[in-house]
């Protein structure tokens, strides 16, 4: 793999490229100095290295090494954006095989939880813990695309800060005020080295690979009862983009899988509760190994 | 319907009996005096009139009319218990049509959440508000029968008061300490006019009904989708007898469905936290009749 060089925060964290054995030049970000199991995480629809909240990525940072990434075509990685999560999963698993790490945490976010969960039950050698976030099993119904008012916010060609927030945070002042601190986080804080903007091309195929996910069958949805190693899910209470409905789903259908989920919080309510999300993903990450998952 | 006297309080309720079109003569209780639509309690596992928690009734009937039954041939009522779900369900429905009020909310606990849901698919006219309690789909793999140090404790002859705080309350100290008062209000406060024991009939055939709903069959779950009324799921995090992951999986299948897991509980979470849960309830059956359930 190539030279990574961790550092403290997310903000100051190098732009990377690792090459896979795929042809792919992965753009990648590594944060935090411990040699345990890394934790992997996997982006949200369109987005990039810079829209992980760097308050998030420090707080999970504390305690391993965590490894952010642009997948095959997306922002400053090579390739083209392949318009199914099967195929994205596979590139994913390409990167995660050129680190030369052995088995990762990982941690998916929105599609990415979708990644994860591919990840998952195709290449299982290589995933330790599973974390889902505001994640869906593919199949359920009820899901096919986002919800009209969210696609019509984050999938127009240049969303507004406005956009975001409507899809990211209640309308409550909490929610809005956290909203408002995590946007200046996300978007105003690193001013340097910024990654690249993701394209058009990203933004359809990956909406292609969404609306493949929510097409209704019910009996794909056994399949996530044969993911065998522990889960949490975690979702916020009023999550506009991916209903706390599948979250309960997931947790129902995945043995032994722990669920939370957050109060007065949407899509990004991983941010928004980053210092509470972490220290959850901490207690999960660091008790699992050791003890049957117990809450079930 | 025959003549019934609305009381204060559950303790000092009246053991009444109502004949039904299918010749049964079900054994019930009233409980406060409301007009409004009453509340009907779906019983667990050979449980009778007794083993409703005074506390819990006497919370919920302060804002309606709450009606305890035994089921045909369960305790007092007259008959034979049959050895399905979906009989059962049957002979609930005709003792709801026997009270002649029209649509009712139903409280289904354990066994009892089974009826529910089969009221609401085969008969949702009658059914205006569902609460499932300790609750799972037919057909959710891992359910096939209870575990065996379940079924060893309330399967026995006569299973001691020990065997019920094992299944009912955690282990914890405050677990124990609410199993105390719980179990001194339902086996130990009325003393005068208690309700027939169940027999060993009703624990056979109850338990082939458990056997036949736990047969794994993932296509099954796909049924639940269908019950259309608002429903609240509640149960405790650490139930034995009926994991939390099946009220994951129920929130997850039915459409808007609430969902609430109490702290340090086990099957008789709603005995343990009986003011919470009662107020949980009432704001659901209240609210819900107004308003979308705005959850998810």
Same sequence: chains 1, 2.
Avoid at 5 to 32: K, P
Avoid at 157 to 186: C, H, K, M, N, W
Avoid at 190 to 203: E, I
């Amino acid at each position: 793999m190539s030279e990574t060089t961790a550092t403290a925060n997310y903000l100051d964290a190098e732009n990377e490229v690792l090459s896979a054995a795929n042809g792919v030049d992965y753009a990648h970000r590594t944060t935090g100095a411990s040699d345990a199991t890394p934790l992997v995480m996997l982006q949200h629809f369109r987005g990039n290295l810079d829209n992980w909240d760097p308050a998030l990525v420090d707080a999970l940072a504390r305690g391993r090494r965590v490894i952010t990434f642009d997948n095959r075509g997306v922002a400053a990685s090579s390739g083209t954006t392949p318009n199914t999560m099967a195929q994205m999963a596979l590139d994913a698993i390409d990167f995660i095989e050129a680190l030369e790490v052995g088995e990762v945490d990982l941690l998916g976010f929105s599609i990415g939880s979708f990644l994860a969960q591919e990840i998952a039950l195709v290449r299982p050698s290589i995933v330790r813990n599973l974390v889902l976030a505001s994640a869906a099993p593919q199949g359920a119904s009820g899901m096919h695309g986002w919800a009209p008012e969210v696609i019509d916010a984050v999938g127009k060609p240049e969303p507004s800060p406005a956009d975001y927030l409507g899809v990211f945070f209640t309308g409550s002042e909490a929610g809005q005020a956290a909203g408002q601190q995590v946007a200046g986080r996300i978007f105003g804080a690193r001013t340097v080295d910024r990654d690249a903007p993701t394209t058009w091309q990203t933004r359809l195929a990956q909406y292609d690979a969404v609306c493949a996910w929510g097409q209704p069958n019910h009996s794909m949805l056994e399949r996530v009862s044969a993911i065998c190693m522990p889960v949490f899910v975690a979702n916020g209470d009023s999550d506009p983009m991916i209903l706390p409905r599948y979250s309960y789903l997931l947790a129902g259908l995945i043995p032994g899988a722990r669920l939370k989920i957050y109060p007065d919080a949407a899509h990004g309510f991983l941010f928004q509760h980053h210092a509470e999300f972490a220290a959850d993903v901490d207690v999960f990450l660091t008790g699992v190994s050791d003890e049957e998952v117990s809450s079930q």
